[in-house]
């Protein structure tokens, strides 16, 4: 079985606080992604990643920014915490079809 | 159907029935569709797939539709059960661009 494991299913920073959000695949997938899911919005592509060392803006990359500094790992950085990223954030892996994690719950305070 | 703005499309079924969901894609050249199921506190976990040179393709108890012409994807469940109960989001792509998601519809299933 694919499995995306997400470092923390829930997480409670301060506003103006660095915070990193983990996420490692077991698949060897070359693509990465992150999501972040708000009610009624769906989900918004962030950042993805399709190799090590390489890094895409998705729709919303403001405010984040990404590390992809081994093929499994992709990691999510809110370089300063704020309210309006409250959210739930979602990573995936895969090429056409994308495998998700359980989802990283973020309250921003 | 997709929502607009802030509230997910709800569709109530009585357990045993079969469940329909819909969905308009965007992108006339998407080439690949999925539709996922997320369950309350998880991530989005893959049902079914279909890719565009198919117009059905079937799994256990679902079924996926696929019409090109008017750009519309939809979900058949068969004899709903409470465990259906989700929210289910198509998603589409081409090629090797990431997956654009719906805004999902919220399956209630009535025991």
């Known amino acids: 079985d694919v499995k995306v494991t997400q470092s923390s299913r829930y997480l409670v920073k301060r506003t103006g606080e660095k915070v990193f959000l983990e996420c490692v695949q077991d698949?060897?997938?070359?693509?990465m992604f992150w999501y972040r899911q708000d009610p009624g919005l769906g989900l918004r592509l962030i950042y993805f990643?399709?190799?090590?060392?390489?890094?895409e803006k998705g729709d919303i990359p403001e405010g984040y920014s990404v590390s992809r500094e081994k093929k499994e790992r992709f990691s999510l950085i809110l370089e300063s915490a704020s309210t309006n990223q409250t959210s739930m954030y979602l990573c995936?892996?895969?090429?056409?079809?994308?495998?998700f994690g359980q989802g990283t719950r973020l309250t921003v305070v | 159907g997709e929502s607009v703005g802030l509230h997910l499309p709800t569709l109530s079924v009585q357990e045993g029935d079969n469940s329909i969901i819909n969905c308009a894609y965007s992108?006339?050249?998407?080439?690949?569709f999925i539709w996922y199921k997320q369950e309350s506190g998880k991530g989005p976990q893959f049902i079914i797939d279909?890719?565009?040179?198919?117009d059905k393709r079937q799994g256990q108890r679902v079924t996926v539709l696929l019409n090109k012409t008017v750009k519309h994807l939809s979900l058949q469940i068969a004899a709903t059960q409470p465990g259906d109960s989700a929210v289910y989001f198509c998603?589409?792509?081409?090629?090797?661009?990431?997956?654009?998601f719906g805004k999902g519809t919220r399956l209630s299933v009535i025991a």
């Open positions: 995936a892996s895969g090429t056409q079809l994308a495998f």
């Open positions: 698949m060897d997938h070359e693509n």
């Open positions: 990643s399709y190799d090590v060392k390489m890094k």
């Open positions: 992108n006339s050249a998407s080439d690949y």
């Open positions: 279909i890719r565009s040179n198919m």
């Open positions: 998603a589409e792509n081409t090629g090797n661009t990431p997956l654009v």
